[in-house]
């Protein structure tokens, strides 16, 4: 194993804001230590965050000795870094542009902003391009600074008195009260200009707009509405807005274990994470979404002649072979570090189940299909009444090989299920019709009867297995059966009984092909407090559901796992599958709580 790196900041120190096509990820120390341009899954500019020497890094921050907190701007992904310093105070505002200019969409932008004294600022400006591999040249030009590669141009606009020795820009600027520095670093752009304070202003102004007018549209309230509204916000800033993909998290290779070797990169569009998403931001009451995203996998499964994949590039594409950036020392030294993502190729059966109920939900919401849509999804389910007996890879993506996995096939009997509901609006022909149903049949037999564990009174990984897995809790989730079957409630107190460590609950803890361990999978834990909802144990649910909030980060961000040792962050982040589990688990208590309270008393 490494060497962990103790200077790495923890994982959940870093805030997050982006614009809906890439990220960027910004310590306390206000250093944009990761951050890829012009899109999520373009090579980094800034990768500190996996590499402190040779990644790069953009630095604003006060000179001397100071203290930091971070916030967002209410209702926004617009961070705010206040400083302290022994003679005054500093304001850092960061944000990408939501903006009708294209070009300046592609950056970072930042205003340092003296609230009190007087702030000496220093700012280093250390572009990276291509992972590390790229350093630049830098050239003044009509008042600022552009930074040149053989294949990369970028500019910095706004600051003054800048040095650049060794490829890196820097200054030393006094800021009294009052002053502003704005500063916006921009990929591409041929002719620069200088950035004025008051464009900067009007930039934030409609970024933040922006956010705030989506925001409003969310129909939500109860007891933890501010992490249901966080969440929002942030897996509606992983959503890559020039085809409706998203990202399963904005970073690559955050390790699953302090120095190992489980590091993936999850800057692609899994079309699970994805589905799940949009369940999600359904029930907060946008429909725009799912729209999109449906009609970017069916041009994507037409161009594919039907053939579908678990992931894909941002752009539909199917190649992301994976490889490893030997150069890069990895975040607190884990290694190796990885670009692309070589599940791709793998089969992974429940991800049909998970398009189909999208479609399902969407439609009960009010939302509609074009007939190629909707023929697209039809056929999504005809493939499942031909490959669901064959083994796949699961939802864990394990490299071990192919399983008979139970929570896959529970899924495509959710995607005949689902299909047979969306016939009932959009009628399909009564010979496939009849294949949907028979197969829904055999499904459901064959995972009672094998999926089964008398021994552990529980249903298992895959069939033939006395392994648990944390995923078959979904079981009672997705009305393969109810959620207070005998069979559920003996499986529940299975998982956590040997998975469950506290409110975390761990993906399974079978042999998977792979070195090393993990922390627990932080969605799991809120599977477990969504089927005690569903179960009617309130008062259990409740507990865990707020035990599970102290994960997330102080800005409220939350990451794939968490050390059950330490309570550590772990893995890529933001994850989008764990706010996916934040907004669930607080919609279905605040509903489950409703009903209870309206149900009459005894005695009343």
Not at 476 to 504: C, I
Request: glycine letters at 10%; one cysteine or more.
């Amino acid at each position: 194993m490494a060497t962990v790196d103790p200077r790495d900041p923890p994982i959940e120190s870093y805030g997050v804001t982006g614009n809906n096509r890439s990220a960027a990820l910004i310590g306390r120390d206000g250093s944009v230590d990761w951050c890829c341009l012009p899109d999520f899954d373009s090579p980094s500019v800034f990768a500190a965050l996996l590499d402190r020497g040779a990644g790069g890094r953009f630095q604003v921050v006060p000179e001397g000795r100071w203290t930091s907190r971070q916030r967002y701007v209410p209702g926004t992904n617009v961070l705010i870094t206040r400083f302290r310093t022994e003679g005054g105070a500093l304001l850092l505002f960061d944000w990408m542009p939501r903006t009708l200019r294209p070009q300046a969409r592609n950056g970072v932008f930042r205003l340092a902003l003296c609230r009190r004294g007087r702030v000496r600022v220093r700012v280093e400006v250390s572009p990276r391009f291509d992972y590390g591999r790229a350093v630049p040249l830098w050239r003044e030009r009509g008042g600022c600074w552009t930074a040149e590669t053989g294949a990369h141009q970028a500019v910095l606009r706004g600051g003054r008195d800048f040095a650049a020795p060794d490829g890196s820009l820097t200054a030393s600027v006094a800021l009294e009260r009052g002053q502003a520095l704005p500063l916006a670093f921009v990929l591409g752009v041929p002719e620069p200009l200088p950035l004025t304070e008051e464009e900067a202003w009007r930039s934030l102004r409609e970024t933040t707009a922006y956010w705030r007018k989506w925001l409003s549209l969310a129909r939500c309230s109860g007891p933890h509405r501010g992490a249901v509204l966080r969440s929002a916000l942030a897996l509606k800033m992983l959503i890559y807005e020039p085809t409706g993909a998203m990202v399963a998290a904005p970073t690559t290779s955050l390790p699953e274990s302090p120095g190992g070797s489980r590091n993936w990169d999850y800057r692609y569009s899994w079309v699970r994470d994805t589905s799940m998403t949009l369940d999600v931001l359904e029930r907060l009451g946008y429909s725009h979404e799912t729209g999109n995203f449906m009609s970017w996998l069916t041009r994507v499964l037409h161009r594919d002649r039907g053939e579908l994949q678990i992931m894909y590039g941002l752009r539909g594409e199917r190649d992301l072979a994976e490889r490893e950036l030997g150069w890069l020392k990895g975040y607190g030294g884990a290694q190796p570090v990885r670009v692309g993502n070589g599940a791709y190729r793998q089969l992974q059966l429940d991800v049909f189940g998970e398009i189909v109920n999208t479609a399902w939900f969407y439609s009960r919401k009010g939302g509609d299909l074009d007939p190629e849509e909707r023929e697209t999804l039809a056929l999504l389910v005809d493939q499942v009444c031909d490959r669901w007996r064959e083994p796949d890879a699961g939802i864990w993506e394990v490299r071990g090989g192919p399983r008979a996995f139970v929570y896959s096939r529970a899924m495509c009997w959710v995607a005949a299920d689902r299909g047979l509901l969306l016939a009932e609006r959009w009628p399909q022909p009564p010979e496939r019709l009849a294949r949907w149903r028979a197969a829904r049949a055999e499904i459901f037999a064959e995972v009672m009867a094998k999926g089964w564990s008398e021994r552990k009174k529980s249903f298992t990984q895959s069939f033939g297995s006395e392994d648990l897995d944390a995923s078959v809790l979904m079981i009672g989730l997705y009305g393969m059966l109810e959620p207070d079957h005998p069979r559920m409630v003996s499986t529940l107190d299975a998982v956590l009984r040997e998975l469950g460590d506290g409110p975390l609950v761990a993906r399974y803890r079978a042999n998977d092909g792979l070195d090393g361990a993990e922390g627990s999978f932080l969605l799991c834990g809120f599977w477990a407090v969504d089927l005690l909802t569903r179960m009617g144990r309130l008062d259990e649910a409740r507990a865990r559901y707020e035990a599970l909030l102290r994960y997330a980060s102080p800005l409220g961000l939350f990451p794939e796992e968490a050390d059950p040792k330490t309570g550590a962050a772990l893995g890529n982040y933001p994850q989008a599958l764990t706010h996916v589990g934040v907004i669930h688990s607080a919609l279905n208590l605040a509903r489950a709580e409703r009903a209870a309270r309206a149900r009459p008393q005894p005695g009343s």
